[in-house]
C-alpha cells in the first residue's frame, strides 16, 4: 500500500457528462501528478500539480482541468466526456524535483456509454 | 525524455531470477533510470531507480552498462506474485515536473 488513494473506485458516466475524480497524496508528499491508462495500454501522463499550480501537462486537451489544494490533495475533472475517456485514471503523488519516486493509488475506473 | 526498448513478454520460473533488458541507446547524461511494475488492474508500483551506478533493495537489483545505453532489472528469486508487466522509463531530473513517459513494457509470467 503507498498511502495514495482515489475515489470513487469505480464509476459510469454518459456521453456529454462531465466527471471530478479524487485523489489523496501520500503523507509529505506536495506534487500530484494524473495518468490515463486505456485498456491494454501503458499509462499516459495528464498533468502535475505543485502548490496548487500546474506544472506540466501531456497532450491532452483542455477539457482535462484539474485542481490542487493546500493539503496537496487534487482534482481531475472532465468535461464533455468523450467514448474514448473511458480508461483507468491514476494519481500519483511524490516530492517536486530531485529523483523522487512516485507512488501511484490504485485508479479510478471510467466507462463512458 | 528518452524512449526505451523492451521485450513485449517473457517466462520465467519461480525461484529463478528474471533478467528484464532495457535498452535506452539514447538516454543523456541527465536522465535516471526508473522501473515499475504493474498488477493486473492495480496502479503503478515503483520498484527502483539509479543513475550510473548498480543499485539494490529490497525488491530488486538494477545493473546499469557503463555507457549507459542498457540496463536490467534483476528479481533475485521470482515468486508467482512477480507476475506484472513491467516498465522501464528514462525521466529527466530537474525539470519542470516529474513526469514518466510509459512504454509497452515487458509483460512477465512467473510459473510454478
Known amino acids: 500500500e503507498t498511502g495514495v488513494t482515489q475515489s470513487p473506485t469505480h464509476l459510469i458516466k454518459t456521453r456529454g457528462q462531465q466527471v471530478t475524480l479524487r485523489c489523496s497524496s501520500q503523507?509529505?508528499?506536495?506534487?500530484v501528478s494524473w495518468y490515463q491508462q486505456a485498456l491494454g495500454q501503458g499509462p499516459q501522463f495528464i498533468f502535475q500539480?505543485?502548490?496548487?499550480?500546474?506544472?506540466g501537462r501531456g497532450n491532452f486537451p483542455p477539457r482535462f482541468s484539474g485542481l490542487q489544494f493546500p493539503n496537496y490533495s487534487s482534482e481531475l475533472n472532465v468535461n464533455a466526456l468523450e467514448l474514448d475517456d473511458s480508461a483507468l485514471y491514476l494519481c500519483?503523488?511524490?516530492?517536486?524535483?530531485?529523483?523522487?519516486?512516485?507512488?501511484f493509488g490504485p485508479g479510478t475506473r471510467l466507462t463512458v456509454t | 525524455d528518452a524512449k526505451t526498448t523492451q521485450p513485449p513478454s517473457m517466462d520465467c520460473a519461480e525461484g529463478r531470477a528474471a533478467n528484464l533488458p532495457c535498452n535506452h541507446s539514447t538516454i543523456s547524461g541527465n536522465e535516471y533510470v526508473y522501473w515499475y511494475r504493474q498488477i493486473h488492474s492495480q496502479g503503478p508500483q515503483y520498484i527502483i531507480h539509479g543513475l550510473k551506478n548498480n543499485e539494490t533493495n529490497e525488491m530488486a537489483s538494477l545493473i546499469i552498462t557503463e555507457d549507459r545505453k542498457s540496463s536490467t532489472l534483476i528479481l533475485p528469486h521470482a515468486t508467482l506474485r512477480d507476475t506484472a508487466v513491467y516498465y522501464c522509463i528514462v525521466r529527466v531530473v530537474g525539470a519542470a515536473g516529474n513526469k514518466l513517459t510509459f512504454g509497452g513494457g515487458t509483460r512477465v509470467l512467473v510459473k510454478p
Open positions: 500539480y505543485y502548490r496548487e499550480e500546474e506544472n
Open positions: 500519483a503523488s511524490s516530492l517536486q524535483g530531485g529523483a523522487y519516486e512516485q507512488y
Open positions: 503523507s509529505g508528499h506536495n506534487t
